[in-house]
Structures are given as C-alpha cells and as structure tokens.
C-alpha cells in the first residue's frame, strides 16, 4: 500500500471543485438557512431549483438546491480548463471502462462515476455573472466567499485515492494511515487549485457525500455563524466546532442544513502549489489531527453522511476505528 | 492653571453619556445611515423624531433624530443615579447662577447649560426596551453596541474642565497642554462610567459638538464599516482613520453622517475605575497622541463641529496652533 | 427565596475584583504558563511569589503565584475606594460577628471571611508601575488586559448573595435558578465595576474557588491561545471552549494551570452601569445558558475547583442537578 | 494597444514569484525589522546574508539580505515546475536575443534580464525546511505566511506585459488604463498561483522595485504591526495605510524597511484559477481603484522604488500623471 505522490502528470486540466447539486425536502426552509444565516447569494430560482453562489464567486453557481422527495447529492462537479478537456477525459474514462455521458442542461457536463460507483462530473465552463466581493453591503452570516472542497466516505481509500491521484492527477497534501506493522491509507487530501484541497476521501459506507465546504474569511466570521445559528432556531444545526484541524490547519465549523446535508465553514489553510510540496502524513492515533485543542467529534460526525443518487453504498474494506475522544 | 485631579466628591453621582438629540434636514436619508449603514436598532419613530439604540442597550434610545430645517445639536444628556440626583444637581446650579429647566415630555429631564453656555440635561431614567445583544442575526454595519461619548469644542477648556471636574465630578483621564513654560490645558478626556471618557473637551469656537461616539466590538468591524461605506455611496462620508489614536488607545473611524454631524466609531480602550488611576499627559506636539500610527488628520476634523441650537459661540481663549502632520 | 436588587447602598464603595494569590507547586511551571503562554507580564518576583499584571493594568499585580507544597487559593482581595472605606468595611464586619484582621506586608489589607467562611480582603491602594498598554511589542498569548473576576463555588447561594448583595452593595446582573414551583437560587453574577461580574457564586461544594478570569481584547486573541496551547505542550490544559456563554454574552476559554487552578479567558460582556438595569434570569434547564451555541461543558468543570487555605468546606445546600448536555 | 487575455500558452509552467535578494546596508537593523517587527523566521545566516521564510513556508527562503554599500535589488525569483522547464525557458530567452546565464551558487538558477532590462531568475526547487505553520508561539508581528508578489515600475507597462503574457504565461487579473480615446496600459497585475497577483508592473521610471509583499491572515494582523511600529521606533517606516485597495480588494499595509525597500503587508484577495475569469478593467481616474476608503496615498509612495543591481532606469513612455487624491 502506498501513497500516489506526485500525482501523474495528465493530458486535460481539472481546475477545482465546482458545483453540487443537493436535492432537498422543503426549499423554503434551505433557502432561510443557506441565505439568510449562512449568507450565500442567489443567483437564479427556476422551477425547483435554487442556485446559489458565494461572495467572491463569478460563476453562476456553486450550490444547487433541488426540491426532491428526500435528501439526497443529485451531481457533484469539478471545472476543466477547456473543452478539449473533456474529450481527453471521456478517452480516459472509456480506456478504464467507466460510464460516460453528456449532459447539456444549463451547460455542457461530462458525466461519469469513478471506480468506487461515486458519480462525478465535469464541465468546462459556466455563465458568468457579477462578483459581489465588493458589494460589502450585502455581506451576511459567515460570508462565505467561495466553495472550497468536498468530502466523501468511500469503502476503499487506498483505490479511491489511486484514480484520482494517478488517472486525474490530484495532488496529495495530507493524509493518515493505520498505525500497525501494514499501514493502511485511512483518509486522503488532495488538491488541484492549490490549497489543501478540492476533494477528500475517508474510510467508511460508501459513497457518500461526508461534507461540502466553503472558504471563510476569518475566524471571526465563522464564530458570528455560531451566534447567528444559536438565536436564530439553528442551535441544534451546529454539529461540530467552532475549532482548527490539525490536519489542513484549517480554522472550522461543521453544521448540518435543513435536510441533514453537512457543510463545513473553511478558513486559513495554506499554499500547496510549490513542485517541492511534501505530502503530510499523520498517523490515526494522533488525536491532534482531528482538532488541534484536544476536542472529540461527535459519533454523528464520523457515520452520517449524504447518499448520492442512484449510488449503492458499501461498506469499508478498514474496519471501523474505535471512535476516540478525538 | 491646573488640572482639576481627583475630582471633586459630589453629592449626586452621574452615570454616563447618555443621549443626543441631533436636528437632521431628511429623516429618510438619516435612518438609511444610522440604520442601514452603521448598524443601529430603531426603537420608535413618532411625528418627525426616529429613536435610536446600540445593540446592547436597553434603554429606549441614545440617538434621537429630528427633522430640522438645518443641522443642529438640540440636546444632549447625561444620566443620573435616581431622582433625588437631579434635585441635588438643580441645588448644585442654582448656586453657580446657571440656568435650570424641567422638562417632562418623554422621560423627566432638568436642562442646562454650562458656564460656557452649552446645553446640557441630566435624567435619571429612561423607557426600558429589549437588549437586542443576543439578537445576532440583526447585527448590521459596525455592530454599534452603544454609545461612548461626547466630544465638544470649548472656547476656554480650563474653565470647562472645572466646572465638570470640581463641580460635576468627571474624573480627567487623559489630556494635552501646550509644551511652553506657562502650559495650558488644550483638551481634556473625563468619564463617570468607568472608560476613557464620557466627555471630551477641546480647545476651539465653541461651544459645538465635534463628535458623538459608539462603541464596538472589535477592529474588524469598524474596517468593516469603511468597506460598507465606500461602495454604497457614502465614500466622502469617511473623515479620518481608521487609526489608533494615541490618547485612549481607541481603535477609532470619523464619518460624517447626511448633515455632517461627525459620528466616532471607537473600540478598544481601557479601565479607568481605580481610585490610584492617574490622569495621562501628553504634549501638544507629540504626534502620536492623535494617531499612533503618525497619520496626519485632515483640516476639518481640526475646525468643524455642529452646532447647539440657540447657542452662541465665541473663539477660543487659546490661539490656534498650527495644524501640524498629525 | 429572593435576589436581591438592587444592591443596598453601602458608607463605602467597593470598586473592583483586585488580586489573587495562588499557592503552585513549581515557579517555574508557572511561569512559564502564565507569561510565555497565557501572555501576563512579570513585574516583580521576591523570594518565594511571583507578581503579575496585565497589559492594561497599571497597578502592581493582579496575580501572586506564591511557592507551595500544594496547590491552594492563598488570598483574594477587592479594591475599594480609599483607607477610610476600610474602616467602614471593618465597622460592618465586626456588626456581623464575622472576623477582622489588618495585614501590612506589602501594601494595607482588611482581612476577613464572608458568612459561608470564603477568605476574602480589601484594600484601598496598591504601588503603580508602568502601564504597558501601548507596549504593542511584547504582546504575548491571549493578550490578557486585565483580571476581570472571580467565580467561586458556595454551599448556599442564596446566603451568600444576601451577604455580597446587602452588605456590600454588589450589584446582581444575571441569576440562574431551579425551574421548580418554589424556585431556588443556583448561580449569580454580580458587579462593582460595571460590566457583568466581579464575582460570581455558583452551587456546589465549598468555599471554593471555581475559577478567575482575564479579560481579553477579541475572540481572536482567545483562539490564539487555543492554537498556542495546543502546540506548546498544553493541549490538556484546554478545559473548555472556546464558545460563548449565554449568561453574560462572553466569548470564552476556560483552561487549567500546572496545579489545576481553573483560568478563564473572557471577551464582549456588556455595560451595566445603568441604574434602571434589571437582573437577567435564566432557568436551569436552559442550556444555552451556559453555552449558547450548545457544547456541553466537561464534568470537570462542575465538580474540579481550588480550595482556600485553612478553610473547610461543606455540601452544598441544593441538590446536585444532573449534568445535562449543557 | 491592447491586453493580453487569456494568456499565451506555454511549454513550461512558472509556479510563483519565490524570492527576492535585497542589498541593505546594516544587517542587524534589518534583521531587527524583518524578524522581531514583521515577524519573518530566520532560516540561515551565513556570511553576509540573512536567509528568511514565511510562517507557513516549506522552502529555505523568501528573501535574502545580504550587506551592501548601498539600497539594491540583486536578484528577484520565479519558481517553475522543474528542470526541464529551465531548458525550455533557456530556449525561449535564446529566441528573443534576451540574455542566459546559469547560477549555482545555492541552488541551480537560471538568470536573465527581461525585455525591458529587470534582470529575473527562474529555479524549479529549492531546500526545504520545517513548516512553522503550527508553532503558534512563535508568531509574532503581522504573522507574515509566505511571500505574494511584486510590484514592479517598468518604463513600458504594454511591452513589458506583452512578455510576461505571451511569453512567460502570466495571467492577467486586474489593470488600469488612460481614460482618453486611445487608452494606455498603465499597470497591470498578472498571476501564476491563482490569487490576484504574482507580478504587477506599473508606469514610473524602471525598471525599479516598488515593493514585495507578504501575505497575512487577517486586516488584525496587519493593524497589530501598525501598533507593533508605532511604539517600538518604526513609526516613521509607516508610509501608506491600513486600507483596503478596490483593485485585488486586498487589505493593505505598506512600511519601509531601514533601507527605504517598500514591504506591503496582504490579505484578502480572491481566487482566480477560473478559466473563464475576465480581467477586471479600471479607470486612471477611479480614486476608488487605489484605497477603496477614498484615502490618498503619498507623494513618495508614486515617485520612490529600489533600483536593481546593474541596471540602467529609463524614463516612462507615458507622462506622469497628475497624483490626485488617490
């Protein structure tokens, strides 16, 4: 078992994590939460659909909420640099034997799921609309200014890993492993926009959405969120956190939507984009890893997640770690 | 000439800065400042007055705004501990030959003015409302939570000094005299409630308000504010700073609402309570007792102030000093 | 059963929370801690004590760490106003049957204990050195400004309130109590120096000293803390929090010296100063009362205190509540 | 006239603007600024040179200091992928007659002089050392992270733009033009690492340095090293801010180092990896686009810059324009 590191060098450009579609029970009540308290911008509202995007963001969307009959992750996107890309990633695909389908709704998607059965897309473009980073005004909530990564459960990081590492050229930035004699990769981290990452995967049933993220400013922002959702009926919303992972660095908030969908609140990273970047490694016993100070996630945290659809779940090739006190 | 330290045991006791009354020419254009902009609550509007409030007030308004045919500074309040203080302070000027009214129209106030003929009023109560600290979603702008203080140009600062130090008993905290042999007292910083001050007093055409302030809580919101306020139309509203001033050690940002009355938006100053404090001396030309960081103040900060309604001024016993680099 | 309020005027005036001395096992732990990480200043160490004051804070010390073979509340004292309220003080104490001793050794102190047999001092003046407020350079830690109470565990809260809030004119502002038909008082907060406490009384096995805290300027400066702690070797030292406490509205940190004596960071209470101010109260099934964003707190944090030299305590009067999530 | 958007492809790939080596007259006056004032970390002091990184840096250095007779700029850095890319950048350099030279002094650097005479480096790695991301307690000053950019002067903003566009792949972001009917490039700003910038070149007699800049965490980091200036003898070193640009919305800080180098401190830009990211176009006559606040910036701040070693400045192909309020 080993870690992918470098990534291989590709033919096509993925630029970043892009969208997520959620599908959601009542969007009424997403919208007050993901508007009104965590402060994102709605771009558009058509038939059952809200689409969302942060501050700083020019494109259309980053978040699309859908009226579905139960919770549930409709489509999850990463942007290419170009269209050329997406005929050099369908080749890869067809040469792996993965499913490949295009899809031009509202823009032209590349749509496929990679070994482990987790649907993913592509696409190279997306309208652009006015960035609001200095329409200070309208600031609200977190201020989230623009979706930062996803996270996902799968049964088999080690495989999971490889494909993106080695077929999509994801750049690894942190991971950990089992501590005994045969380390086993337990979670990965891996970045293609330069800064820890854009996707990460994590041991357990899967797939599943475990979060999405948005990049926040300051510390202070994401501690107004807390007071926001604690007197505005959100109290019990909030799952984890306000603290810093050890792993990323990253200052963090983990609250739950209306639906039960997780998001992370993000901030203050670091740069990964240097050639010489060496990936971090921690071992799963290093209770820092999790939150710098010492404090324990909740069991919610470590088994509830977002299925995707039309996506059967299995479970871990690990077993299951004791949950730790953190 | 002296500074007037301790200050003279009285047998009333003050609270604090209480409210202003400020003449405005277009209530709606006043309330999107206070309101939208700076981020204080509406408690009431009725006929041609809007009451104002701090986030974490509980009394019924600090700020009252009125239609006026010009800018004008109709009254301007200090609190008192209970009602037996007000007949004690109406003892107080009638011994001194000052003027004394009661007025009864919203809460019990006695009116003055002082040897210098500005208008003052003490009261002892005032309509209680909700605390709206907790109420996070609400916040807006700089997150006002209350107000700190006035600042007033006088025409002869030792003189004034003595009245509210001997007579009124303000305690001098900090103050500047001019750095000859004979020095002189060119403004002086007083509290009751326990901060730097609840009044300032500087040397210049007075009587005339220069400046009314609000507390916040940090730094971040009051940058925050100059964010907000150059990209929604209100770019030439910002004076000065933001800076640190030397004197108070306040995190401090002068805007200038619709009329031109100069609003303070201050943060970050110290506890003055002990009986042991000793007042702060700074030289007249030592630059930093303005702004720490050496920035100069612009020419109207120096000669601008608003005016009390049927008052009249005169110029300062102190020439002018040269407006220096800060 | 009843509060108080308002506090009963008193012949002398109380002004703050002043100094602690606390018997540690090792200086040299403890100072390290308390100044390299906490951020405290050193401004003198004589023989066996170490003495400490904040940034802002001009008077000697607000913090004796005194060489010990255990760990142990040696003395707490409260500043009043000048000697003659001493003798005020010590002509009540002698009224009330309670015990009056005089100490010279560094500055005049009225030693005493309250009714529930809780040391406590006064004094009216303490040697003043440098204020370092405007130091910027050697800011460190948390940047702690000043002491801002003390919280202490008594087997009657009831009593001991009568006794702060009647004889000595502390002023309540906020109160919890059991949620039963004849409601008992379980915690109080009361003030002499116009934010929300000088001294807070909470249920439990005592006298003794649950914890003091610092005040510091902004939750960031609090996180840092966390950040700095958790890599220095003092990640078990992180008690609870960061969060924010209903009661009081504080942003706080509570952590654990060397000896287990129980610090707290604290940031954004609110002015109090107003006689027309009501008391808050909250119910004790009222969660967000302790942490508004919904963390429990540990059990460490209800039951673990420091005991006071030659003092015994006893059971509390109520029940012990069960520890709910928070 | 015209820009150049999107960038030209290349065959190699520059990563980020890497180091600078500044020639300063007085070593430990520097050391003192850079390291107890800004709060860089010293990684190697060897002969004549001081070697420092950035807080979260992995690489040996971002800047050199090394004795000099007088002020000067002796080298300035872009990191690219790897060797190769070195070959590939030699042949380009070949083809436009512009100058090769291959350095090994440290590590394999290839040197060269760009069209307009600014001499620039290229390396694909570079030692790497300890990441202080997490030692908390050791940060101090404004907590610089890592390098940003620089700013350059360059006699002929459109031809120097036209190289490092079409030749070198640097991406436009944000730039000024003339406002008259045949606009003029005025400066432009140009990224690899997918912030705003990596490299802005503005008119003014050139080439010479106007600044580099470090990027902090937060605007409170940057006003931390106002206050850490104004009270520790660097108060005059203050030139320009805090304040926030309208153009990159980068909170901003700019001091000059004992040698009159211009440092900038930078937070709070935004991400620009999009492929279908336009540049953003701003007036010359926009005060907006230099301090969003609408504050001026010195004289000395348009006028002065370092100069590189051995090379000759000329005079800018556009007329000065008049400095206006900002």
């Known amino acids: 078992m080993a870690i992918y590191h470098p990534a291989r060098k590709t033919p096509f450009n ?24 965590l402060g994102l911008i709605e771009t558009e509202q058509c038939e059952d659909s809200l689409y969302l995007r942060g501050l700083e963001e020019s494109s259309h969307h980053c978040v699309v909420l859908t009226k579905s009959c139960e919770p549930i992750v409709k489509r999850m996107g990463f942007q290419v640099e170009n269209k050329e890309d997406l005929s050099r990633i ?28 987790m649907p993913i897309e592509f696409y190279a473009s997306m309208p652009q609309v006015a960035r609001n980073l200095q329409k200070y005004s309208t600031y609200r909530g977190c201020r989230p200014m623009r979706i930062d990564h996803f996270n996902c459960f799968t049964p088999d990081v080690q495989k ?6 080695k077929q999509l050229g994801f750049h690894l930035t942190e991971y950990t492993e089992t501590d005994d004699d045969d380390p086993q990769l337990w979670a990965v981290w891996m970045q293609r926009k330069g800064n820890v990452h854009d996707l990460a995967l994590t041991n357990g049933i899967g ?7 948005f990049w926040c400013p300051t510390a202070m922002d994401i501690i107004h969120l807390c007071d926001v959702m604690a007197t505005s009926g959100y109290v019990d919303n909030i799952e984890r956190g306000p603290g810093r992972h050890g792993i990323s660095n990253a200052f963090f908030l983990y609250v739950r939507d209306p639906d039960g969908h997780r ?18 490694r921690w071992g799963l016993h ?16 470590f088994e509830e997640g977002s299925l995707f ?18």
Chains 1, 2, 3, 4 share one sequence.
């Open 90 to 117: 369908e080749a890869l695909l067809q040469q792996l034997n993965l499913p490949v389908n295009f899809n031009n709704d509202r823009h032209h998607t590349l749509q496929t799921c990679d070994p482990l059965g």
């Open 14 to 37: 993925i630029i970043r994590s892009g969208y997520i579609e959620l599908g959601v029970t009542d969007i009424q009540k997403s919208r007050d939460f993901y508007i009104n308290i």
């Open 207 to 213: 797939p599943r959405l475990h979060h999405i993220a």
């Open 160 to 165: 999971s890993h490889e494909f993106y590492s």
């Open 309 to 326: 659809v039309n996506t059967t779940t299995i479970s871990p090739r690990l077993k299951a770690q004791p949950i730790v006190a953190n």
């Open 263 to 280: 998001i992370e609140l993000y901030s203050s990273d670091y740069l990964t984009v240097d050639p010489d970047f060496k990936p971090i």
């Open 286 to 301: 290093d209770a820092q890893r999790q939150t710098l100070w010492g404090h324990a996630a909740p069991k919610s945290w």
